[in-house]
């Protein structure tokens, strides 16, 4: 366990639904990353934050998604009609300010779209 | 565009012996790089980190080089253990300007008994 925490752990959804997951990172953490990973495949960068402030987001991020930071702890990430394309493991991380090479990851939330 | 290729089969090995995962680069030149272990269902989880102008680096039972000119990185596991079988990834970073990481799609490897 290495303290982040992602919720759902699994979502089952219909297509055409919107969903929304939610990353708790390492309380001192400033950094917020989100990634999407599919089978056999290696994390694809989504977007990051630097406290509230979102810095980065992939070009490949359709307007169908959108992250949130909002106080700078919690994030959120939300998929507006989903697609089945849309199915694959959404990875969370954390870097501290002190160490921001080492990114912390939570287990992910696995979602699946019907 | 940004290309990292990793042993897309898995590799299997005997216990005791040294697992060589390769992690091959090209079109950029990482400021350094860094190597993940993944169980399956589970986020990565931090391993290594080797700088451009370091050649090796060693943790425990872990050994990373990083050879700038062949654009590759080497993972190697000395006394391997079942307990090691998991996929690896190798992460590149790409530029100073960020902090995102590109992943290699990984190597799984299998050790057996």
């Known amino acids: 366990d290495t303290g982040v925490s992602q919720d759902p752990r699994h979502k089952i959804t219909k297509r055409g639904q919107n969903v929304t997951f939610r990353c708790d990172p390492i309380?001192?953490?400033?950094?917020l990353y989100w990634y999407r990973q599919t089978l056999g495949q290696g994390p694809e960068f989504l977007t990051y934050?630097?406290?509230?402030?979102?810095?980065?987001k992939s070009r490949l991020l359709s307007n169908r998604f959108s992250a949130e930071r909002p106080k700078g702890s919690f994030s959120t990430l939300e998929i507006q009609r989903t697609e089945q394309g849309d199915s694959a493991m959404y990875l969370c991380?954390?870097?501290?300010?002190?160490?921001?090479?080492?990114?912390?990851f939570g287990p992910g939330t696995r979602l699946t779209v019907l | 565009s940004q290309k990292i290729e990793q042993n897309s089969e898995a590799l299997n090995i005997q216990e005791g012996k040294t697992a060589t995962l390769t992690c091959n680069y090209t079109?950029?030149?990482?400021?350094?790089l860094q190597w993940y272990r993944q169980d399956p269902g589970r986020g990565p989880v931090f391993l290594l980190l080797?700088?451009?102008?370091?050649k090796e680096k060693r943790k425990e039972r872990l050994k990373v080089t990083f050879d700038t000119t062949l654009k590759q990185s080497l993972f190697h596991i000395t006394a391997s253990q079942p307990a090691d079988s998991a996929t690896y990834l190798c992460?590149?970073?790409?530029?100073?300007?960020?902090?995102?990481?590109?992943f290699g799609t990984g190597t799984r490897l299998q050790v057996f008994p």
């Open positions: 991380a954390s870097t501290s300010p002190k160490v921001r090479n080492e990114q912390f």
């Open positions: 309380s001192e953490h400033n950094r």
């Open positions: 934050f630097q406290n509230e402030a979102q810095l980065e």
């Open positions: 079109n950029y030149s990482p400021a350094y």
């Open positions: 080797i700088r451009e102008n370091e």
């Open positions: 992460a590149p970073f790409p530029s100073y300007n960020t902090d995102k990481l590109i």
